[in-house]
Nanobody
Framework: QVQLVESGGGWVQPGGSLRLSCVAS????????IVWFRKAPGKLREGVSC????????YYASSVKGRFTISRPYGNNTVYLQMNDLKPEDTAVYYC???????????????????WGQGTQVTVSS
């Protein structure tokens, strides 16, 4: 069974950090690009970051560039999203997805992805 499971969300104060994990089962994650999306209440789902499988190239939304880092240590079927200097506007449910393209984040749309995790809640507040 093809599955993605996110973890690592939680509550953090502004300026804090969290590391999200996306673990794949039923397929080899190394063969696919991975994207992180987020969905905040009242807002459209937003592509946050993605990493290509071919060469490991990473892309970030302008809203998170310089604060978030996506990584995929080859061989452990997991992709991480390190989130530093978190802001209240980062509050959202974060999803990982695969089986779709990876490129400039403004050109990435959720309907292009076929496999999704269940999401993990990130709340940034004081």
């Amino acid at each position: 069974q093809v599955q993605l499971v996110e973890s690592g969300g939680g509550w953090v104060q502004p300026g804090g950090s969290l590391r999200l994990s996306c673990v794949a089962s039923g397929f080899t994650l190394d063969n696919y690009a991975i994207v992180w999306f987020r969905k905040a209440p009242g807002k459209l789902r937003e592509g946050v970051s993605c990493i290509r499988n071919i060469d490991g190239t990473t892309y970030y939304a302008s809203s998170v560039k310089g604060r978030f880092t996506i990584s995929r240590p080859y061989g452990n079927n997991t992709v991480y999203l390190q989130m530093n200097d978190l802001k209240p506007e980062d509050t959202a449910v974060y999803y990982c997805a695969t089986d779709g393209p990876c490129g400039i984040m403004s050109t990435i749309f959720s309907h292009e992805y076929d496999t999704w995790g269940q999401g993990t809640q990130v709340t940034v507040s004081s």
